[in-house]
């Protein structure tokens, strides 16, 4: 079967001038530079010293989406993530290569896209529904259900020009999501609707593609809703694809590279010198066959190897840690204390700490280390001095990985039925 959406080697590019800055001119010459500058123009040549820079938002794009796919398109402010959309919506045209789009295709990009500023929210309904081609009759099957979803009953005779940015969005959203179309383009524009309206929106999207197949591309910074919605994801870097996936592998590497740069966090890390005459001063996690790393699984454990340089100001003291999620959250600590018998002594410069098994969900976690007097306040702190990532959270070996961005910790677990009566 032919896809949906077809790209073949698609570009676009700008041409971006840079004049260069002068001092202040009188008003001759202002005028003479002004008739200067038409003649060029007739000579087709730049004019006022100006340069010339051909941009290109997208380069070499070859996609290809099958009817009824879920596809994310996510990338850094700049990507050509939004270029892309207003390609497929024919509201720009490439510079070179094509795009084929078979069916009826409905826009959500920018406020106000797609609605005439003087026709009412009643009028703007129908005139996109012409727009899409469809009947007048289909236009008023779906007429009832657009503006109870979109909630603007009470301002559907005024002009749109007079609504907010949440109204307009709730009622341009409303009229995509429930016209007769075979391909949705949703842009990042939701984020100016309220929390309410957006679940509102994501639970209509899901019902858009398991009720009638319909193919969304979607656009949006919000990677955990990328993972809720999408099958599929797309990452674009500086106009081109670097890498085409499932959702959760993708959005994953996206944001261990793309969020935390090129290099993605070390797993050892050495310590400037401090004004201090005993301080931490390199730390390295490994896997529990000594290997220096920090990618896990969930259910594996750590080991956190610690150096310290100097001599300790106290006889005895203690070495720990608090663990943080890559949003802040403090989840857990750890120190070596009179509980657990261990204490350290003045001449200790090295120290290890095992960990786990990890009961955490897949994200990125941080180590602040410290040391410390037992129970007293600390010395040393080593703010996010070290981080890891649990690659896979997947316990049940389903192929649905469970993210921090949604609960940082899974605690194993066993169901089980048991008749009525039984235990009461």
């Not at 896209?113 to 727009?131: C, D, K, P, S, W």
């Not at 401090?274 to 594996?300: A, M």
């Not at 976690?365 to 010395?379: E, R, V």
Request: proline letters at 3%; hydrophobic letters at 35%.
């Amino acid at each position: 079967m032919a896809p949906i959406i077809l790209v073949e080697n698609l570009g676009k590019s700008y041409i971006i001038s840079h004049k260069l800055v002068g001092t202040y001119k009188t008003l001759r010459e202002s005028v003479y530079a002004l008739v200067k500058g038409v003649l060029k123009k007739l000579l087709r040549r730049n004019s006022s010293g100006a340069t010339q820079e051909e941009l290109w938002a997208l380069k070499d794009i070859n996609l290809e989406i099958a009817e009824g796919e879920r596809i994310g398109l996510i990338g850094r402010n700049g990507a050509g993530k939004s270029t892309l959309l207003k390609i497929l919506s024919r509201i720009t045209s490439p510079t070179e290569g094509r795009a084929v789009l078979r069916g009826r295709v409905g826009s959500l990009l920018e406020v106000g896209t797609g609605f005439h500023q003087e026709l009412t929210g009643r009028e703007n309904i129908y005139l996109n529904g012409a727009v899409l081609g469809m009947k007048k009759r289909e236009i008023k099957a779906s007429f009832d259900r657009i503006v109870d979803f979109a909630g603007v009953e009470k301002f559907l005779d005024t002009p749109v020009k007079r609504y907010s940015s949440g109204m307009y969005v709730r009622l341009a959203f409303a009229v995509s999501a429930h016209l007769d179309t075979d391909i949705l383009l949703v842009d990042e524009v939701l984020a100016v609707g309220d929390i309410s309206f957006r679940k509102k929106c994501m639970e209509r999207i899901r019902e858009i593609n398991t009720e009638t197949g319909r193919t969304i591309v979607y656009v949006s910074h919000d990677i955990p809703t990328v993972r809720q919605i999408c099958q599929r994801v797309i990452i674009l870097s500086e106009g081109r694809i670097v890498n085409d996936g499932e959702a959760n592998e993708t959005t994953l590497l996206y944001e261990q590279n793309a969020l935390y740069g090129s290099d993605v966090s070390s797993a050892e890390v050495v310590r400037k010198p401090i004004n201090s005459p005993f301080y931490l001063s390199k730390v390295q996690i490994r896997d529990l066959h000594g290997n220096i790393c920090n990618r896990f699984e969930t259910g594996q454990t750590l080991e956190l190897h610690i150096w310290a340089e100097g001599e300790a100001p106290y006889e005895n003291f203690t070495v720990g840690f608090d663990l943080h999620s890559e949003y802040g959250d403090r989840i857990t600590f750890g120190t070596a204390n009179p509980i657990n018998d261990c204490f350290f002594k003045k001449t200790d410069r090295y120290f290890v700490c095992t960990l786990g098994p990890l009961p955490l969900t897949t994200g990125k976690y941080f180590f602040t280390l410290h040391t410390k007097i037992w129970q007293m306040h600390p010395w040393d702190v080593w703010q996010q001095a070290v981080s890891f990532y649990i690659t896979d959270c997947d316990p049940y070996k389903t192929g649905f990985n469970i993210y921090a961005s949604n609960v940082t910790m899974f605690i194993n677990q066993r169901w089980q039925s048991l008749p009525p009566g039984q235990g009461e």
